[in-house]
Every structure is written in C-alpha cells, then in structure tokens.
C-alpha cells in the first residue's frame, strides 16, 4: 500500500483513492451521505485536479464534515495533469474540480508516495489575508430617499427555464450569458453594523458575507438559527429570492473576479436563491461566473448571503 505523504512534522495517511471531490461533497455536506460518516472528527486524505485556474494542479484534500482543507500542491507533470482534464468528457460548466485518473495516481505512487520525491510537494500554509472590502460606502439614515425606488419580488417562487431570460430582461439585470449589456442600479450604503450592507433602492438589507457551503436543508436550519439568535439584532433573514440575488450582479468583476461591488466578501461565491426549479431542481446565482443557473436536487450544496426587507 503506498499511502504515505509526510508534510512539515505530520505523516498523512492512508491515502483514500476512492474518494472525489463529488463523492465527498456527498458524503460530508448532504445529508443523504451521512451513513457512511463515523464521526464528525473523522478526516479522510485524497488527491484531485483543480482545475479553475488557466494552469491545473493536483492537490491533497483533508476532508471531514463542514472541514475541507487543501493541505499541499503537488507538481506533477503538466501534460499527464491536462490529459486527466480532457478525460473527465462533458461536465458541468460550473464544476472544474475533478477526480484524478489511473495514469496519474501511477504517477503519484511512482514519484511522490512513501517520501519519495519530497521537492515536489509543496504544503500549502494558511496566510489568508483581510480581504479588501473597497472603498468605504456612506453610512445609511433613514431619511435618505432613493432615486427611483422599486419593490422586487420577495416571495419563494417555482420558475421554469423557460421563464428565466424574461425575468432577467424585464428587471435588466445583468447575466453573462442572457443579458450582458444589463445593469441593475442599486443604492448601497454601509451600516454602524460592519457585517451588514443596505440597500436604499430596494430596500434590502443584505450579509456583507454569508454562510459556508452546505445542503439547502442545513442552510434552512442555519437560518432559523440564525433567526433564534437575532443575528445582527434582527431575527427574519432568509434566502434572497432569485430577482433579488440577481439585483447584486455587476457588469465587470471587481479585484476579485466576483461580478459584485467590492463591499461584498467573495468567500460566497454562488448562492442558494428562494425558488425552485419546475419540474426539478434549485436555482442558483453564480457570483463567479455572472449568472443565473440551476442544478438538480442532487448538488452537493450552496452558499448563503441572507437578506431581509426594511422600512425606508
């Protein structure tokens, strides 16, 4: 058995090559996948391809509920790496992380396991820096009033593929794909509260961040949890609906590649939305990416930015 990887002072071990970065959202987020977890303090190690960036790399994950955490990179060979890529065949456009193939977990076995050719992995160290929130947005007063003010639809709702290029035109809202040459005015201002960002357009009061991806029903139990608790001194946030996620997009990614203005934390990078798919699915709006999409029942889950309506 050659599942052995050494890092700093620590031996990681055994190595799972079972697992994939889909299976394993399965398993630790959703939970249908539970069964198959002993504990919550269980880890598992696996190596995938991330593939998000222009040039992928080959990582080792360490996975366990709600933990996911990339403990190396590990320079493989860029041709074999590519052609495990091209082998995954047609995916999903917004899913870039993949499992690896036999020729490279050969390569992996052969080259790199049991310490045998350490110089080619390279742990990867927590370093996070603060993120850059921008300018600092003028603080909100109730008498503020906003230019052309509107009401968008805040209720849960059932929408059809067909209806969704409508929907965007008629709010012109931004999409990467429907609308490109749409932009949605917004009014946003800072609060005395840092975590918070008003909208005096809309009326909206919005999470500057949010929460970390999980299942649609773990993200419904940390909303009423939320609730319970008054987040923020208020205690009825929920979900945004789909027109009111889409309200967010900008036309150009800011510094940080997301479509959002920069007062905004791009750790969300697609959201759960308070509408449902007919005849299947969840919707979702894709920060990233610019757009409005949807996924089966099945997706391994979301994040969350929650919202709640104010009196202007």
Known sequence: MYEKLTLDDRIITPIDWEMTPELSFGTYESWGGRERVRNNSERIYYFFVD????????????RGVKHAK???EIDAPEDIVRRCVEGQGQTARFDRSFAIDQTLKQWLIDTVLDDKDTSLVFPVRENKPKEDMGQALPLFTKDLVAEKPCALP???AVIIEEELAGIITDWNF????LNPTGKFANALYGSEDERLIIDARTSLMWQRGGIDITSIRRMNLHIQKMNNQKYAGFND????T?????SLLEPMPNAKDIHLHPCFSKEQPFIFVAAKRSPG???????KQGRAFWSSGTIPGGFGRLVRTIRL
């Open 51 to 62: 593939a998000w960036d222009e040039k992928p790399k080959v990582c080792l994950m360490e």
């Open 70 to 72: 990339i403990l190396a």
């Open 154 to 156: 805040s209720e849960h």
């Open 174 to 177: 931004f999409d990467s794909f």
């Open 237 to 240: 946030w929920r979900l945004p």
């Open 242 to 246: 789909l027109e009111e996620a889409m």
């Open 281 to 287: 699915g969840y919707w979702f709006v894709d920060f």
